[in-house]
């Protein structure tokens, strides 16, 4: 029987596993037709996640205690609403609710269901995501993600690339980390996973920010796998 | 369309889903015969059993810190040993660490695979269980449990029947404590997630101690459902 290089792989999920941009576009379109705006959800979409970073910026300075990212999707989401003309005053709370949970509610990259599948014969596979919990285990149901585990920011209270984040993973699966491989399409996330003792595994998402992506469009250093895609990764790993 | 009386179905594990017993008793006894010992597996299960409830309630008195349950359960086997005329210095540490991971190797019910399948098609469905996060993951990849997570003891770091193992299964999953309903063997675990405003589902396991068991036969408060075994408890809820 062959040697596993590792027992678990853990992912990265919005962009890695799941096409966020996307999926907050479709349903920010909805919304933002509702009320009568003719932006487009792509332009809300990227509007939204540019305050994704600074948002846990300020959890990870200990500047505020920890708070799921559900919380910082709203805080951002009221932020953004008056430059596409709309008072949050007047958005009903349930209307809010379901605007704000469209990031439980991604597609997967065409990929990524055939390739879990394939790694979990073999691998404990979880994702290691900055999504909270339940937006994790919503997203997995709404998406057919495989995972055998959720885990991520929320279990560890640090988002990502704090070293608790990874840590505390890998305490729970009550595994070394040079035994878990993170994979990811962002350098910086490996990066971290890497000064951390994991293994690591670059997916290449070339399109995730859209057709003028500039940033992770390829490996920037030698991580341990590099792959097309998800499947390609189950390949290299034997499943 | 049908209003769903809870969103979650959260499950007590050891006796409810999987039948620990049977599953101990089998790794034990191979490795008493490995020792040369006569005695039967049921009683080494029984016996290492025994000083479950008792190791647990030295963390949910404070007295120490939490220590997941692979360890409590290393501390037991150790105190058990000599009583079945082993000693356990003489044990190699492999071997040790197989002994303690047959909690890992649990076969369900018969009827747990299929009632658990059919309750996720409706509702999310997770562990609940002082089990750690690690035995959970490789319970459920062992027996085919389909969980839409895996939660528990760890999460919280405190053992039911303590308030903060229900709350903190409620605050990961988003949702207030009438929305989730316990499901177990065991009347107090029931009458604690009660307490914390968690429905209740009692499932009747009248052998998970074996032919004499004298306790929890059958349910002994109003439980919001009384099923035979999980099968009928998703009939029940329309799953």
Chains 1, 2 share one sequence.
């Not at 809300?44 to 920890?66: K, L, N, Q, T």
């Not at 990259?109 to 900055?130: C, F, H, M, Q």
């Not at 995730?208 to 920037?220: N, R, V």
């Amino acid at each position: 029987m062959p040697t596993s290089p590792v027992d678990a792989l853990v992912f990265d999920v919005f962009g890695t596993v799941v096409d966020w941009r996307e999926g907050v576009a479709r349903d920010g379109a909805a919304f933002l037709a509702r009320h009568g705006v003719p932006a487009d959800g792509h332009a809300f979409a990227d509007a939204w996640r540019r305050h994704y970073s600074p948002a846990m910026e300020g959890v990870r300075s200990g500047a505020r205690p920890f708070v799921p990212l559900d919380t910082l999707h709203r805080e951002n989401l009221l932020a953004i609403l008056p430059a596409f003309g709309i008072d949050p005053g007047t958005v009903p709370e349930d209307e809010l609710q379901w605007l704000i949970r469209a990031w439980h509610r991604l597609e997967p990259w065409p990929d990524s269901v055939e390739g879990l599948t394939r790694l979990k014969a073999r691998y404990i596979i979880a994702p290691l995501s900055n999504g909270n919990f339940r937006l994790l285990l919503d997203m997995a149901k709404y998406a057919g993600l495989p995972w055998d585990a959720i885990m991520g920011a929320e279990l560890a209270q640090a988002y990502k690339p704090q070293p608790q984040a990874y840590l505390r993973t890998a305490e729970l699966l009550d595994l070394p980390p040079e035994r878990i491989c993170l994979a990811a399409a962002h350098n910086g996330d490996l990066a971290a996973a890497r000064r951390c003792g994991f293994k690591t595994a670059f997916i290449a998402r070339p399109r995730e920010f859209g057709p003028d992506q500039k940033t992770d469009l390829a490996a920037e250093q030698d991580w341990d796998w590099v792959a097309g895609d998800i499947v390609a990764l189950a390949s290299m790993l034997g499943a």
